[in-house]
């Protein structure tokens, strides 16, 4: 069964607004980059096991929030996310991996520290850890090598920590 048509089948209604805060968010971000951190989404939960919080993830995922990306590779592992209505391991690898792509090039501009912090030690921080732990083996070597993938396994450094202010 192909799961990504039943992830991307976002009602017309729900996909104009989801538009809508994509094309707001870049408008005040000059067009750099799409983080929408919050938990629900007009009335629709994201942190919470859902259908529709499912298909907005889904859908901000795809449009480059690595925060989205975060919460679905969690929510699509089956030992992590079990409660969620699909779960699916080689697509929460796929989202696992695009999120330590995305957070590799993000987490080093002082621009989104103040979005990150906030999950520096959250419980998507620690679902994501716990994701990571179980891809470890699996994790292309491009990946695997990305000095965020090297902080977080050796020193045990948030996948969130910001690092632009740091460094």
């Known amino acids: 069964m192909e799961l990504t048509p039943l992830l991307a089948n976002l009602a ?11 094309n707001r968010q870049l408008d ?13 989404f ?17 859908y901000f995922a795809d449009l480059g929030c690595p925060l989205s990306m975060a919460r679905l590779c969690v929510a699509l592992h089956p030992a992590v996310g079990a ?16 999120t330590v792509r995305a957070l590799d090039s993000t987490v080093y501009d002082p621009l989104f520290s103040s979005d990150y912090e906030t999950f520096v030690d959250s ?20 990946v695997a090598a990305l000095d965020i ?9 948030s996948l969130f920590q ?3 202010i740091f460094v």
């Not at 419980?123 to 491009?142: P, W």
Request: with cysteine; charged share 20%.
């Open 12 to 22: 017309p209604d729900t996909k104009q607004l989801c538009d809508r805060e994509f």
């Open 42 to 58: 007009q009335g629709i939960k994201l942190t919470s096991p859902n259908e529709a919080g499912l298909q907005v993830l889904y």
């Open 83 to 98: 409660q969620w209505p699909i779960m699916c391991l080689s697509l929460s690898l796929q989202w696992f991996e695009h």
């Open 28 to 40: 005040s971000t000059d067009g750099n980059v799409f983080i929408f951190p919050g938990e629900t």
């Open 149 to 157: 993938s090297l902080h977080a396994t050796k020193n045990c450094v």
């Open 162 to 164: 910001p690092r632009g």
């Open 123 to 142: 419980s998507l921080n620690r679902e994501l850890m716990a994701v990571m732990d179980a891809f470890s083996g699996d994790l292309n070597d491009d």
